[in-house]
């Protein structure tokens, strides 16, 4: 595939877990030089690790960051602190940000007006990974405005495979609505992977046995319903034998209410997600 981001300068705002995992996936697959990425921080030593360890310019200021490559005809900063920094960050690149420059945010819950008003910038995208996209296995849901031509589309889709899987969503509302499914996602999976593995110590395996039983078992289901293309309730069916375990335990989820649990999680999720962004 021809590599679309050949010429594209990226500006990093804030340098932590997710802007990292961003940079050395680009890095990995060899999509960007590093003299391509600038990033800012406001650690000195976490500055000097990352031009260490990836030969990038990083910044004190997020100013200078954003600024190095504001003359340039193909430029996305991509906004990537913690949401409680949000509004002083917007404070600091009001007047720094040029109305060409593609604005990518992965913040939760910072909202697509908010950030168009703050930095008077029409090309706007909004993303929310998930934390698997560290090892690049996550899966990010991503919107933009009507600002960011299609040309820099593409370009962002290829940006954000150094993540994982990425899926264009259509309104902003189903970013908060991945929020809530993808991004709090490994959480559920990961309770679920901690219930089962404490089931398995209970029956009498040692931690370390029920460990690998439970997780290549989830990572083997995963994989199965990935490539036999089956509903899920069709594949579960395959092992229930009538009178079997499959069918007794299928009957204490039920009973206990294990889909309306997900479900209600699920939702109240999405709401306090919704809320989040309503927030001042
Ligand atoms: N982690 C995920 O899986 C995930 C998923 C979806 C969305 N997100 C979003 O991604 C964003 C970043 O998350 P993260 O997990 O990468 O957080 P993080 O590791 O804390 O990264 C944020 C970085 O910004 C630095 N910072 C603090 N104040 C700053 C300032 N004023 N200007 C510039 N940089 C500043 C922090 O420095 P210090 O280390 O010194 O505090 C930290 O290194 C968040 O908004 C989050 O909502 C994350």
């Given at each position: ?7 594209i ?13 961003i ?29 260490a360890k ?7 200021r997020?100013d ?5 490559f ?9 906004l990537c602190?913690?949401p ?6 917007l ?22 007006e ?24 996550g ?6 405005t009507?600002?960011?031509s ?8 290829a940006?954000l495979?150094?993540?994982?899987k ?5 309104t902003e509302?189903?970013?908060d609505?991945?929020t809530?499914?993808?991004a709090?996602?490994?959480t559920y ?13 209970h029956?009498g395996?040692?931690?370390e046995?029920s ?6 078992t989830?990572?083997?289901s ?6 036999s293309?089956?509903?899920p ?24 209410g ?5 479900s ?17």
């Amino acid at each position: 595939m021809e590599n679309n981001l050949s010429n594209i300068n990226l500006s990093f705002v804030g340098c932590g877990v997710m802007a990292e995992s961003i940079i050395a996936g680009l890095l990995r697959k060899n999509l960007v030089k590093s003299e391509q990425i600038v990033a800012s921080h406001p650690r000195e030593n976490r500055r000097e690790d990352l031009t260490a360890k990836y030969g990038i310019r990083v910044f004190e200021r997020n100013d200078e960051a954003v600024e190095n490559f504001r003359e340039s005809e193909n430029s996305t900063i991509a906004l990537c602190v913690k949401p409680q920094r949000l509004d002083n960050v917007l404070r600091e690149l009001k007047d720094s940000v040029a109305p060409n420059q593609v604005v990518l945010s992965i913040i939760a819950g910072a909202k697509i007006e908010t950030l168009a008003e703050a930095l008077s910038n029409e090309k706007i995208v909004r993303a929310m990974p998930n934390t698997p996209s560290q090892i690049g296995a996550g899966i990010t849901a991503w919107t933009c405005t009507l600002g960011v031509s299609d040309a820099e589309r593409a370009q962002i889709k290829a940006l954000l495979t150094a993540l994982g899987k990425e899926l264009y969503v259509e309104t902003e509302n189903m970013i908060d609505m991945a929020t809530s499914l993808s991004a709090t996602g490994p959480t559920y999976i990961f309770m679920v992977m901690e219930a089962l593995t404490d089931a398995g110590v209970h029956l009498g395996f040692s931690r370390e046995m029920s460990k690998e039983l439970v997780q290549e078992t989830m990572l083997g289901s995963v994989m199965f319903a990935m490539e036999s293309h089956k509903h899920p309730a069709e594949l579960r069916n395959m092992v229930t034998s009538p009178g079997g375990t499959s069918a007794d335990a299928i009957y204490q989820m039920e009973k206990g209410g294990l889909r309306t649990v997900l479900s209600k999680a699920v939702y109240a999720a999405y709401q306090r997600a919704v809320a989040l962004g309503g927030k001042k």
